[in-house]
Every structure is written in structure tokens, then in C-alpha cells.
């Protein structure tokens, strides 16, 4: 099974959610991601080394941005997030990295 990291953003807000649904959901897909790293969608363009996997909760769409690393097993988790700018904010973030 592939080993998960997370990049500073990401594990942040995952450990800022206070609703412990939706924080089991995103968890949930998580594990999800980590049994399956091509579940997700492959983005096109200057996204394309990078995955997104919706996660639904209360009519509101969180994404979940990934990249994978086979040849070590290993997926890191980008960032997290609602979809509102979520890739703007993905691209500003990966340029400052």
C-alpha cells in the first residue's frame, strides 16, 4: 500500500476542521486515495502530474489535489479544500513551493 504525506497546507487543514463528519469523510477518501492512488481524476494543462478527488458533504464539494510517486509508494497530499478557487489557489501554491 502506498504511504501518504501531506504537504504543510493540507495537513493544516485537516487538523482546523471542527466538524468531525466531514473531518471522518475527507479521512475516509483519504484511505481511499491511499488503497487506490488512480481513483482520483488526472488533471490537463500545468496541472497535469496532479490528481483531484471530490469528497461531497452537506451540498458542498471538497477537493482533495494529489500527486503520485510510484516508484517510491508514495502519494502526497497538495492541498485541501472547497472547490470555490480551489484551483487558483493550487497553482499559487505549487508555484511557491
Known sequence: MYQIRFMPRAEKYIKKLKEKNLKEKIKNAIYEIQRNPYIGEMKK???SDIYGFDVFYHKTNYEISYQIYSEKEVIIIILIGT?????QELKKY???S
Open 94 to 96: 505549487i508555484s511557491n
Open 45 to 47: 494543462g500545468d496541472l
Open 83 to 87: 472547490r470555490k478557487n480551489f484551483y
